[in-house]
C-alpha cells in the first residue's frame, strides 16, 4: 500500500522545526529515520496530515562528551550508537544493545530520538536507557524542560511529547570506573522483535559492594519499566546467588500481555531468567 496524502515539511534549522509543529500541531509528524513511521504509513496505521522531515537539521545529529555526560542528538543513528569510540567508551551498554537493533539497514537509517519517540515496549534503547538513568530533553518554541526516561514512555507507543514538542538529545552519565553492567534479550530469531529484555548497571564501592543499582526490564509489559525493588535487595552487599535470584524473581511479577508471539507468563519468566543473566555479566562471572 501508499501512504495517505500528506503535506511535507523539510526544516533547516532546529527552531523552523519546531515552528512547524507549532503550527500543525497534533495533525504533524516528525520524521526522522522512518524505520517504524514509514512502514505504519504505508498500511496507513498512521495518517499524519503533516509530514516534519527533520534530516536536514544538522544542530540534531551531533554526539559528543561533556562534563560527565553523554549528549547524543535526536539524530544520532543506531550504527553510530553502536560503533563510535566516544560511546564505547563513555557508556559501553549502549553498543551493545544497539548492534541487537534490526539489521544492519535499520541502523544506518534509525535514529535515537525516532526510536525513543515510537515507545515500543520490546525497544532496547529505551530499556537500556531506563537502566543508565538518562534525561530526554524536549523543546518547543514556549521553551525546554527535561524529562526522566521513566517518566517519558507512559503506555504502548506513547509518550508524554507534546504535538508541539521536538525531542532534540538524550543526556546519558557517563561511566566510571567501577561501574558494571549487563544486557541481554531474547528474540525469535537475529534482528527480531525481543519477547522480553533485560538490563542493569551497578556502582560498586572499593569493597565490591553494590553502592548504587539500576535494573530495567523490557518487552515483557505495555513499557519498558524500572525493577526499585530488585534494586533495593542488590544494594548495600557484593552480588551473591541468593541476592541474584531474589532479584530476579522481581522481573516475574511485572505486568504482561499476550500476544500471538507468547503469552504473558512466558514473557515473565523470560524476563526474570533474563534479570539474572545480567545480574551475572556484571560481576562477571557465572553463579
Known amino acids: 500500500m501508499k501512504p495517505a496524502p500528506f503535506r511535507y515539511v523539510r526544516p533547516q534549522t532546529r527552531m523552523e522545526a519546531m515552528e512547524a509543529l507549532a503550527r500543525y500541531g497534533e495533525d504533524a509528524k516528525v520524521l526522522a529515520g522512518g524505520q517504524s513511521l514509514v512502514p505504519l504509513m504505508n498500511l496507513r496505521l498512521a495518517r499524519p496530515k503533516v509530514l516534519v522531515d527533520i534530516n536536514r537539521v544538522a544542530e540534531l545529529g551531533t554526539l559528543e562528551r561533556r562534563d560527565g555526560v553523554l549528549i547524543l542528538g535526536a539524530l544520532v543513528r543506531h550504527r553510530q550508537v553502536e560503533r563510535d569510540v566516544r560511546v564505547t567508551e563513555a557508556c559501553p551498554i549502549l553498543s551493545r544493545a544497539a548492534a541487537h537493533i534490526g539489521f544492519p539497514a535499520v541502523r544506518n537509517r534509525g535514529t535515537v530520538g525516532g526510536s525513543l519517540a515510537h515507545a515500543d515496549p520490546a525497544a532496547e534503547l529505551g530499556c537500556v536507557l531506563l537502566a543508565t538513568g538518562a534525561v530526554v530533553v524536549l523543546e518547543s518554541t514556549d521553551g ?10 507512559v503506555g504502548p507507543y506513547t509518550t508524554c511529547i507534546r504535538p508541539e514538542e521536538l525531542l532534540v538529545e538524550v543526556r546519558v552519565p557517563v561511566f566510571g570506573e567501577t561501574t558494571r553492567w549487563g544486557f541481554a ?9 525481543a519477547l522480553a529484555l533485560a538490563a542493569c548497571v551497578l556502582h560498586l564501592d572499593g569493597q565490591g559492594r553494590v553502592a548504587a543499582a539500576r535494573v530495567a526490564v523490557g518487552g515483557a509489559g505495555p513499557v519498558p519499566v524500572r525493577l526499585r525493588e530488585a534494586e533495593q535487595v542488590l544494594q548495600g552487599a557484593p552480588l551473591s546467588e541468593e541476592r541474584v535470584a531474589e532479584a530476579a524473581s522481581f522481573a516475574c511479577a511485572v505486568e504482561g500481555y499476550d500476544d500471538v508471539h507468547a503469552p504473558a507468563w512466558y514473557r515473565q519468566r523470560l524476563a526474570g531468567w533474563l534479570v539474572r543473566r545480567v545480574l551475572q555479566q556484571a560481576v562477571g562471572e557465572e553463579m
Not at 185 to 193: A, I
Open 144 to 153: 525546554r524542560r527535561e524529562v526522566p526516561i521513566e517518566d517519558l514512555f
Open 185 to 193: 534479550e531474547f528474540t525469535r530469531h537475529e534482528g527480531g522483535f
